[in-house]
Structures are given as C-alpha cells and as structure tokens.
C-alpha cells in the first residue's frame, strides 16, 4: 500500500508531521502497531479502501456530539483502522479533545472527520513502511 498524492497541502501534512512527533512522546500511544494479519489485510484491500473505512469509522463511530458508548466505542483490535485510532488519540472524544483540541459535546464536521482521518491513515503508511513485507 503506497501512499499516493492526496491533494492535501503543506500545513496538512506539516500538521500531520507534528500529531505523529507528539504522539511519541506517549508511552501509552507508541505501544500501538499493526498485528500481520492487519498489516497483510492492509496491503490486500488496499489504500483506497483503507481510506475509505478510516472516514466511515470515524464518521460513524466517533462523529457525533455524543457518540453511544463514548471512551469503549472503538475496539483494541480487528481492523487496522481501530488499531491505528488508538495511537493517533483518535479513538473516542475525550482523546480527540485532549489531543486535538476538538470539544466534546458537538458534533465533528466534515473537514475535521477527514483530517483526523488523514491521521490514521499517514499513522498505517508508517507502520507498513517501517514493517516491509518479507
């Protein structure tokens, strides 16, 4: 899986840049890393696809003002997106305030589902480059 060019601009990926440096900083944040199975299942489906299920994950599961379940919505493990959404502290709404500054309490717009999913994503490239297939 290969990322291609997004379109995003110099600030997103500069910003996409200093999310990944703060988080690694986190002892809790850099224990995450994708299993094989979600690492072959990665490269199988694909980036497009990948992509896909990070925006409608994050839509569905964290998006609202009040997402059911809120702090437990998002499994350990299963897909490489969830995965990812608890390294990046994207995972539920208390992280995504603490980390990223977006309140609790309203719901998320579009813009800020795919720039946190532009996160996750950048997040599962790194971890496929840096666990190259043998």
């Known amino acids: 899986m290969e990322m291609a060019d997004t379109g995003n601009n110099d ?12 988080l690694s900083h986190s002892q809790f944040r850099v224990k995450f890393a994708l299993t094989d199975k979600d690492r072959a299942y990665a490269r ?4 497009a696809t990948i992509d896909r299920h990070a ?4 839509r569905d599961r964290i998006g609202a003002a009040e997402p059911k379940n809120d702090g437990r919505q ?4 299963g897909h490489p997106v969830f995965t990812a959404q608890h390294a990046t502290a994207t995972c539920c ?10 309140p609790k309490g309203r719901e ?27």
């Open 11 to 22: 600030d997103e990926q500069q910003w996409i840049a200093t999310m990944l440096e703060r």
């Open 44 to 47: 199988t489906k694909g980036k």
């Open 55 to 58: 925006r409608e994950m994050l």
């Open 74 to 77: 998002t499994p350990w493990r």
């Open 93 to 102: 709404r208390g992280c995504i305030e603490k980390w990223h500054h977006l």
């Open 108 to 134: 998320l717009a579009e813009a800020e589902v795919n720039r946190l999913a532009d996160l996750v994503m950048a997040w599962i490239e790194r971890d496929l480059i840096n666990h190259p297939v043998r």
